[in-house]
C-alpha cells in the first residue's frame, strides 16, 4: 500500500527546482526487511530516500543506485529508486556486523540507462559527514549542480522509524545571485528537519511551503512513494540463466527444490528441477 508521496515545484522566477518527500511508511517498510536498527537503520533510511529524491530530479524515469561503501570493503548500503516509484534498501555485511560505520566510506551513485547501459560516480564520504552532505557532495562534485538536500528519519522508543522525509533544493541555470544568498540563509534552519517530520500536520507541499515562504512558486506535480519489491520469478529465472550450463545442470541433477530468498524484501522462492531444465532446454 502506497501512502507517501513526492511533491515537486519551481520557483515562478526560474530560480530553483524543489522536491520534498514523505518517506515514514517506505522507511519503516526497509528497515523491517533488513532488520537494522540504530544508526545503520537511519543511514539506510536516509540513503533510500536521498536516492528517491536525486531520481525525481535528475532521472524520474531511470533507476538510480546510491551505493555507501565501508572503508574497509567488508559491508555496504544500498539505496534503490526505480521509475515505478518503489525503493528499497539493502544492508549487506557480515554476520558480526550490527552497525554501519559511515567515516570513511565512498559513495557510489548509479544511474541505469534505457539500454541497459549504467552511468556512475564516486565520491569520498568526508569526516564528520552525514548522508545528506555525503549526496551533496555527489551533486556538487559529480553533477556539478549547486544542490541543498536533507533527509530524516526519527525513531521512536522500541528503535522503529516514526518519521522520515527529506527535500532537495536545486540552483537553476538562470539563477541570480541574490535569490541563491537569501535561500542559503533561509536553508540554515533547514539543515535538520527532524521537528518537522514529528509534526501532526506534516506533509511533503507543507515543507516546500516552508522552504519557499515569501517566493512565489508553482507546483510541478506529485507522485507517489512506495517499497514494493520488483523481485520476481522471471527476474529470477533470468540471473539463473547467465549461469555456466554446467551449473545449472549440476542443480538439476540434485532433483531438489531450489530456494532462494530475495535480499532486499526476504521473499522467498522456490524453483522446481523442472523450471532449472527449462533453462537447459532454452539453451
Not at 515514514?24 to 536521498?50: P, S
Not at 535538520?192 to 512558486?217: A, K, R, S, V, W
Request: glycine share 8%; proline share 3%.
Amino acid at each position: 500500500m502506497r501512502t507517501d508521496r513526492i511533491f515537486r515545484a519551481m520557483t515562478n522566477d526560474g530560480t530553483f527546482r524543489v522536491v520534498t518527500l514523505d518517506g515514514t511508511k517506505t522507511a519503516q517498510a526497509v528497515c523491517r526487511a533488513q532488520g537494522v536498527h540504530g544508526k545503520t537503520a537511519r543511514h539506510l533510511a536516509e540513503l533510500v530516500l536521498g536516492s528517491a529524491l536525486i531520481r525525481e530530479t535528475m532521472s524520474p524515469q531511470l533507476r538510480v543506485q546510491s551505493i555507501l561503501r565501508r572503508a574497509d570493503g567488508k559491508g555496504y548500503l544500498l539505496g534503490d529508486s526505480h521509475p515505478s516509484g518503489n525503493s528499497r534498501g539493502l544492508f549487506s555485511r557480515r554476520h558480526d556486523d550490527q552497525e554501519f560505520e559511515l567515516e570513511g566510506s565512498v559513495l557510489q551513485m548509479v544511474r541505469t540507462l534505457h539500454d541497459g547501459r549504467v552511468q556512475q560516480g564516486v565520491v569520498e564520504v568526508a569526516p564528520g559527514a552525514d548522508i545528506s552532505q555525503a549526496l551533496m557532495t555527489y551533486m556538487q562534485d559529480s553533477e556539478q549542480i549547486v544542490t541543498m538536500i536533507v533527509v530524516g528519519a526519527v525513531f521512536d522508543d522500541a528503535g522503529d522509524v516514526a518519521a522520515a522525509g527529506g527535500y532537495l533544493v536545486q540552483l537553476l541555470p538562470q539563477a541570480e545571485q541574490a535569490p541563491l544568498a537569501v535561500m542559503t540563509e533561509r536553508l540554515e534552519d533547514f539543515r535538520n528537519i527532524d521537528h518537522i517530520l514529528t509534526h501532526t500536520e506534516f506533509t511533503p507541499q507543507l515543507l516546500c511551503e516552508e522552504l519557499l515562504y515569501g517566493m512565489p512558486f508553482t507546483e510541478l506535480g506529485h507522485t507517489e512513494l512506495g517499497s514494493e519489491c520488483w523481485c520476481s520469478r522471471a527476474s529470477l529465472l533470468g540471473a539463473l540463466a547467465s549461469l555456466q550450463r554446467d551449473e545449472v545442470q549440476n542443480m538439476v541433477d540434485e532433483g531438489r527444490m531450489l530456494e532462494i530468498t530475495c535480499d532486499y524484501c526476504r521473499l522467498e522462492y522456490q524453483l522446481a528441477p523442472a523450471e532449472l531444465q527449462g533453462l537447459l532446454d532454452q539453451n
